[in-house]
């Protein structure tokens, strides 16, 4: 019996609440996020193999969460069907190496899944970004599948609109603008209970890019009329 358990529990078919995110912890099966919050929250980060499912909007800062875990690792990053062009001169003062950056640009939703397919058995990839539309269960499962192949992780980035029904993810995030950074809702987790929303200061790494930062800015120039005119 005790076999046939742990021969289940390999295959991710028998849920032992959070006792089984911390074995994967234990075992080098997270990467930190580079967010000691997120971490708390994920208990430990990103999986490094698997399916993470983000329902985000587009330019709130997403790619953002997800840039300190890519810089941590050796192999490539394949971003496939990405909304718009990448900049790599802003990655790289983020401290990415864009040598180890593939951007795909495929014609059609049939061979982005492809792409990512192929990139994620490969082997060469540690990350896949991917942006899709709607996704079909097996469709997933075939993507799971080429990461455990591969040892890789796959980031579907969707519209909330997108995202009806459930996958069968690792993790699933829903994401939405915060004056700070994000907030974040853990909407399923392999191996643990789903928690509710909280926000993640993104403010000691980005600054500039929350509300705190430009209030800031705005009070500085109304500071000087004021002294020029003497209020």
């Known amino acids: 019996m005790s076999n046939l358990i742990e021969l ?8 032992q609440g959070a006792g089984l995110a911390k074995r994967q912890q234990q075992n080098g099966a997270v990467i930190a996020t580079g967010f000691a919050e997120l971490d708390k929250h994920l208990q430990g980060g990103f999986p490094k193999v698997g399916v993470v499912d983000l329902h985000t909007e587009l330019g709130i800062g997403e790619l953002r969460l ?15 069907a990405p909304p718009a062009r990448l900049n790599a001169d802003a990655l790289q003062r983020s401290g990415m190496d864009t040598s180890k950056l593939l951007e795909i640009t495929p014609g059609s939703p049939q061979e982005a899944l492809w792409a990512a397919e192929q990139c994620l058995k490969s082997g060469a990839c540690n990350s896949v970004l991917l942006w899709h539309g709607e996704l079909q269960v097996h ?10 192949t591969g ?15 459930t996958l069968p993810v690792s993790l699933s995030l829903g994401l939405s603008p915060h004056a700070s950074g994000l907030n974040i809702t853990i909407k399923k987790r392999r191996g643990g209970w789903a928690q509710s929303r909280f926000a993640l200061d993104m403010s000691s790494h980005w600054p500039e890019l929350t509300e705190h930062f430009h209030t800031q800015r705005k009070a500085i120039p109304d500071a000087m009329q004021q002294y020029r005119t003497g209020g």
């Open 151 to 165: 040892e890789a992780c796959l980031y579907l980035l969707r519209h909330e609109h997108h995202c009806q029904g």
């Open 66 to 80: 997800l840039l300190p875990s890519l810089i941590q690792q050796d192999g490539l990053t394949a971003v496939i």
């Open 8 to 15: 289940l529990e390999r295959q991710d078919l028998v849920w």
């Open 139 to 148: 469709q997933v499962k075939r993507l799971q599948l080429a990461a455990s």
